[in-house]
């Protein structure tokens, strides 16, 4: 089946230490978004690609950087990951206009 | 810009019973509305969404909503709760202003079906 996939679905780092987060598709979407999501609060929208176009928001932190190195993957690099970064991270893709995201499950960060 | 509200944090319904989550929004021009679910630790899960047509939109799991231009709301509605429809419920609008690319969420309602 055509999905959305994120690995690994649980992160534990430590402070300061950089992590990666990954994301593939299987659905040829164009759009690839990242949200941060916590405790049970609106999933924060941090950046997203059309295409290789990047979209950074603005209130997105320095710290947040992305790649999307083909259609299928995109990855979420946090630097310099700090206590307040610890969330969930939902990778999402999306097509036309008239379509709805198609979420991933998930990567819950734990930073210690 | 766009927004979306849900004026409920939280709804308790008892099982058998209908329920309603609410959601009103503020767009300019067309709406483009959408309703996700979210289980515990997993990703949001697409309900049914409003695009034109039929005020009367069906979607996943029985859930149905009510798109109401002139109250600018967007209900999502389930005839008959069930114990495992106990979840968050977010809504959310595409935002047309910004090539249509962005969504803009809700701040979510957990709903609690009681048995």
């Known amino acids: 089946d055509a999905m959305v996939i994120q690995n690994p679905r649980y992160q534990v780092t430590q402070f300061g230490k950089p992590v990666t987060l990954s994301c593939s598709q299987t659905?040829?979407?164009?759009?690839m978004y990242w949200y941060q999501q916590k405790s049970s609060q609106a999933p924060k929208l941090l950046f997203h690609?059309?295409?290789?176009?990047?979209?950074n928001e603005a209130d997105t932190p320095d710290n947040f950087q992305s790649r999307r190195p083909n259609t299928s993957f995109c990855f979420l690099d946090i630097r310099s990951p700090g206590l307040g970064d610890a969330a969930m991270y939902l990778c999402?893709?999306?097509?036309?206009?008239?379509?709805?995201?198609?979420f991933g499950p998930g990567t819950r960060l734990t930073v210690l | 810009a766009q927004s979306v509200a849900q004026p409920e944090d939280q709804v308790n319904v008892a099982e058998g019973n209908p329920l309603t989550v609410k959601c009103t929004y503020s767009?300019?021009?067309?709406?483009?509305l959408f309703w996700y679910v979210q289980y515990p630790n997993r990703g949001l899960q697409f309900l049914l969404k409003?695009?034109?047509?039929?005020?009367l939109v069906k979607g996943s799991y029985g859930f149905e909503a009510e798109f109401n231009k002139s109250q600018t709301s967007f209900h999502l509605k389930k005839p008959s709760a069930l114990v495992s429809d106990s979840a968050l419920y977010f809504c959310?609008?595409?935002?047309?202003?910004?090539?249509?690319?962005?969504?803009?969420f809700g701040p979510g309602t957990r709903l609690s079906v009681l048995p």
């Open positions: 999402a893709t999306g097509g036309s206009s008239y379509n709805e995201q198609f």
């Open positions: 659905l040829n979407h164009n759009v």
């Open positions: 690609y059309y295409d290789k176009d990047f979209n």
């Open positions: 767009v300019s021009g067309n709406p483009y």
């Open positions: 409003y695009i034109t047509g039929d005020n």
């Open positions: 959310a609008v595409r935002d047309m202003e910004n090539y249509g690319q962005n969504f803009v």
